[in-house]
Structures are given as C-alpha cells and as structure tokens.
C-alpha cells in the first residue's frame, strides 16, 4: 500500500545537493565549488587614468594636486604655456594704454634686477678743479712737454694728463717726468735720441741727421751708419730685406718704428719691414 506522503516528483542525488548548496555548483561528490580567485573593482579615478594611458603611451603618472588631471603632460605644458602667453600678452596691452610705459617698464626691471640704474658717468675737465696758480704751471709745461717731444699726444692732451696728477696730489715737477715718460712710450712718438735706450718699449721713432756711413760688414744688410739730434746720436742699421730707400749724409731723416737692439751694452735701432723712413725736409716721405 503506498504512503500519502509520498511525493510523485522524482529529485536526483545531484539536483539534491545543489538545492542545498542554494544554487552554488558543486563537485561530482556533492560538495560546493569555492572560487579563490579575488576580485577587484577599480575607482574611478584609476579608470579615468587607465583610458588616458590607453590612448597616449605618454601619459601622465603623477596625479598630484598640482597636476591638470586627465591630460597627458604634454598636453598640460601646453595649457601652462599658452596661460603663461595670455598673462604676458595682457600685461602688455595694460602698459600700451597707458603714459610713462617705458619709465614703469625700466623701474620694474630694476626691481626684478634688485638694482639702480647707474648714474651717468661724469666727464669734467681736471684743468677745472685746479688753482689759478696750479692752471698756470701746468699750461707751461705742457708747452715745453709738446715741444720736446712731438708726433704724439696734442698740447690739450698732456695738459689735462698733467692737470690730472697735479689734483691726485703729485706736484708740477714730478707730474711732469712721469707725463714725460709716459709720452714717450705711444706709438709715432719722436724720442729724443738720448731718451732711447730709456724708453720702455720696443720700437721707437726718431728724428736727425745722418751724421755718419759706413759700408756694411754683410750683404744682408743695405746701410749702416749714425743718426745724431741735439740730444745725442745712435747707430742704425737699414736691413736689405726691408727694401728701404737709401739716405745720405747730411740729410734730416725720420726714422718711424724701428726696432731697438742691444749689443755689449750698447743700443741701437733697426730699420726693419714694418719701419718707415720720411724725409721731412723734402715735404714728404718715402718707403718702398
């Protein structure tokens, strides 16, 4: 006799076992499968910057406050430069429109600079500043400077370098051998004969007369002999490679940049290519 309670429905061993594990699926022994496998679930933030570096290989990393978020850096520079631009370009519209640009432009410079614009400088005349009496010594002895030694500065150029070291403290007499000495040593100057030996530099001008010649000791050279002024007299030598015009005794001859010798204590000058000879008598000068 078969119960009431028994149900038409025939359930299977498996079916039974998943309905108790609710739903889950199960083993071939009935027991529930368990995935180990963790799951994650991105923020936002990361899945905003996960598209970015999709499409630009290039893109940001840092995402710090002080980033524009969502562009590559790249792209960022380019918005600071072009905010950057648009400041400058504005600035200097405001300044266009308005009177004084240029003073405002130069104070804000010197702000930025952390520094004054210098003073101009002054340029007075050292003459100026001396005594009546002092003027006059001065005034004299550049006369007598100028006319001892010529062919370089002017009278009004030595006056002001005597002027000069007389306002320094130095007095007339002293202020004058050192102007001396220092005018003897600029190019084109004529050095009294004398002077020669003492001059600091190499090549010298001089001007006399062609006392003396004698006839050479080698073929190199072209004439030798002595040239004399009221001061003193020196030998010279005219090299045959200088290809010189050749002089005579009895003439006035100027001698520009020769070049200083010594030989047994003793100095003389030579007339080398870069020498030149003039003939002041003859109102002109000749060199070849």
């Given at each position: 006799?078969?119960?009431?309670?028994?149900?038409?429905?025939?359930?299977?061993?498996?079916?039974?076992a998943?309905?108790?594990?609710?739903?889950?699926?199960?083993?071939?022994?009935?027991?529930?499968?368990?995935?180990?496998?963790?799951?994650?679930?991105?923020?936002?933030?990361?899945?905003?910057?996960?598209?970015?570096?999709?499409?630009?290989?290039?893109?940001?990393?840092?995402?710090?406050?002080?980033?524009?978020?969502?562009?590559?850096?790249?792209?960022?520079?380019?918005?600071?430069?072009?905010?950057?631009e648009?400041?400058?370009?504005?600035?200097?519209?405001?300044?266009?429109?308005?009177d004084?640009?240029?003073?405002?432009t130069?104070?804000?410079?010197?702000?930025?600079?952390?520094?004054?614009?210098?003073?101009?400088?002054?340029?007075?005349?050292?003459?100026?500043?001396?005594?009546?009496?002092?003027?006059?010594?001065?005034?004299?002895?550049?006369?007598?400077?100028?006319?001892?030694?010529?062919?370089?500065?002017?009278r009004?150029?030595?006056?002001?370098?005597?002027?000069?070291?007389?306002?320094?403290?130095r007095?007339?007499?002293?202020?004058?051998?050192?102007?001396?000495?220092?005018?003897?040593?600029?190019?084109?100057?004529?050095?009294?004969?004398?002077?020669?030996?003492?001059?600091?530099?190499?090549?010298?001008?001089?001007?006399?007369?062609?006392?003396?010649?004698?006839?050479?000791?080698?073929?190199?050279?072209?004439?030798?002999?002595?040239?004399?002024?009221?001061?003193?007299?020196?030998?010279?030598?005219?090299?045959?490679?200088?290809?010189?015009?050749?002089?005579?005794?009895g003439?006035?001859?100027r001698?520009?940049?020769?070049?200083?010798?010594?030989?047994?204590?003793?100095?003389?000058?030579?007339?080398?290519?870069?020498?030149r000879?003039?003939?002041?008598?003859r109102?002109?000068?000749?060199?070849?």
């Amino acid at each position: 006799m078969s119960s009431n309670n028994a149900s038409g429905k025939v359930v299977s061993v498996d079916e039974q076992a998943f309905e108790k594990a609710g739903g889950q699926a199960v083993d071939e022994d009935g027991f529930p499968v368990v995935d180990e496998t963790p799951e994650f679930e991105a923020a936002v933030e990361q899945e905003t910057q996960a598209k970015v570096d999709a499409n630009h290989p290039d893109g940001i990393a840092d995402t710090s406050e002080d980033r524009i978020h969502g562009v590559t850096l790249e792209q960022e520079e380019r918005i600071r430069a072009r905010e950057a631009e648009l400041e400058r370009i504005s600035a200097q519209a405001e300044l266009g429109t308005q009177d004084g640009r240029e003073q405002r432009t130069r104070e804000v410079v010197s702000e930025h600079c952390g520094r004054d614009e210098p003073a101009p400088a002054e340029r007075t005349d050292p003459r100026e500043k001396l005594a009546q009496e002092e003027l006059a010594a001065v005034n004299k002895q550049a006369m007598r400077i100028s006319d001892e030694v010529q062919g370089g500065w002017s009278r009004a150029v030595v006056a002001k370098q005597l002027a000069e070291k007389v306002q320094r403290g130095r007095d007339v007499t002293k202020a004058v051998l050192e102007t001396l000495e220092e005018l003897k040593a600029v190019p084109g100057a004529i050095v009294p004969i004398a002077d020669v030996p003492d001059v600091p530099v190499g090549e010298v001008t001089v001007e006399g007369e062609i006392t003396q010649l004698w006839d050479p000791s080698d073929t190199s050279i072209s004439q030798v002999g002595l040239i004399e002024d009221d001061s003193g007299k020196i030998k010279f030598t005219i090299w045959e490679a200088s290809r010189k015009t050749v002089v005579s005794e009895g003439e006035t001859v100027r001698f520009r940049a020769v070049k200083k010798n010594w030989y047994q204590g003793r100095c003389s000058i030579a007339i080398t290519g870069w020498s030149r000879i003039e003939f002041p008598e003859r109102g002109r000068w000749w060199e070849e």
